[in-house]
């Protein structure tokens, strides 16, 4: 217990490398840990460790083949780890998970199937609040990949508005920096600067001026 409660600590501290270590002490003690194996999976992720990651989620699949979030993390992982037909298939066998169609449409770009992850994204935006959000995000990365940079602003906008109606600043801050990034790409240098002010206004941060 002590251990376990030692691991935790670093994982939440962000002391990603002592936390890497910690859990895997952990699993050599208690191999049958599902949750040990996801978290030091976590913290690998975060040390960019990505086949790591993915082989930490497999052990944790295989103890718990029904765990929703460790099927959905090992597809995001694998995503990341550059295995995207790993990716699609964890994410379709999670149906109706919004992470789950995260990482089948993350999939899909990954292969260059633009239309199948219009689709997905599409329906992604069905799946509630954080589904719609994500479906924003990836619309919006869509028109900037396809040279849609108008259309991509107002994705951005949109999906900014709603996500502060929504009281999620964070993601609010993100779209409106890659709104930001779209202006500048334009050569609009005012609009930039005005949502790059509205992203640091979102998560409570003084500008210092100028861009």
Not at 52 to 68: F, H, K, S, Y
Not at 84 to 98: H, M, R
Not at 130 to 154: I, T
Request: charged share 20%; net charge neutral.
């Amino acid at each position: 217990e002590r251990l376990a409660v030692r691991a935790s600590y670093y994982m939440v501290t962000g002391d990603f490398p002592q936390c890497v270590k910690e859990y895997g002490e952990l699993i050599a003690q208690f191999a049958a840990d599902a949750i040990a194996h996801n978290n030091r999976a976590l913290c690998q992720s975060y040390l960019r460790n990505m086949r790591e990651a993915v082989d930490g989620m497999r052990q944790a699949v295989r103890i718990l083949p029904n765990r929703v979030m460790f099927r959905a993390n090992l597809a995001i992982y694998s995503d990341y780890a550059g295995d995207f037909k790993t990716a699609e298939e964890e994410g379709k066998a999670l149906a109706e998970s919004d992470l789950g169609m995260l990482a089948v449409a993350f999939a899909q770009l990954g292969q260059g199937l633009i239309p199948e992850a219009t689709e997905t994204y599409q329906k992604l935006g069905t799946l509630g609040e954080r589904g719609l959000s994500w479906s924003a995000s990836g619309m919006g990365d869509l028109a900037v990949y396809q040279g849609r940079f108008s259309e991509a602003v107002r994705i951005f906008e949109r999906g900014a508005n709603a996500d502060l109606a929504a009281k999620n600043v964070d993601k609010a801050a993100r779209k409106l920096i890659s709104k930001a990034q779209v202006h500048l790409m334009l050569g609009q240098h005012g609009p930039a600067a005005a949502a790059a002010e509205k992203a640091l206004g979102a998560v409570g941060v003084k500008s210092a001026g100028g861009v």
